[in-house]
Nanobody
């Protein structure tokens, strides 16, 4: 059974930090790129960051560049999203997703598997 399980969401104050984790199982980790997405009610889901576990290349959306860091522990099939200097605008449900790896792009155009999400709330 394929599973992506996120954890680490919480309520923090502006300027605080959180580390999200995404544990993958049921598929070959190195064959997939992992993306972190976020969604706020009434808005479209947006990609936050992506990483290819096989080569370590990463992508960040402009609004989180320099504040968020994506990383992997390939031995544990886990992807982390370290979020520093959090802002109220970062408040959202954060999801991880797995899409087929390609050496042409870091963030796959489509994703096969999704986690259930974890809530991040940043108070002002």
């Amino acid at each position: 059974e394929v599973q992506l399980v996120e954890s680490g969401g919480d309520l923090v104050r502006t300027g605080g930090s959180l580390r999200l984790s995404c544990v993958a199982s049921g598929f070959t980790f190195d064959d997939y790129a992992i993306g972190w997405f976020r969604q706020v009610p009434g808005k479209e889901r947006e990609v936050v960051s992506c990483i290819s576990p096989s080569d370590g290349f990463a992508f960040y959306r402009d609004s989180v560049e320099g504040r968020f860091t994506i990383s992997t522990d390939n031995a544990k099939n886990t992807v982390f999203l370290q979020m520093n200097s959090l802002e109220p605008e970062d408040t959202a449900v954060y999801y991880c997703a797995a899409g087929p790896y390609s050496d042409a792009v870091i963030c796959p155009p489509a994703y096969d598997y999704w986690g259930q999400g974890t809530q991040v709330t940043v108070s002002s």
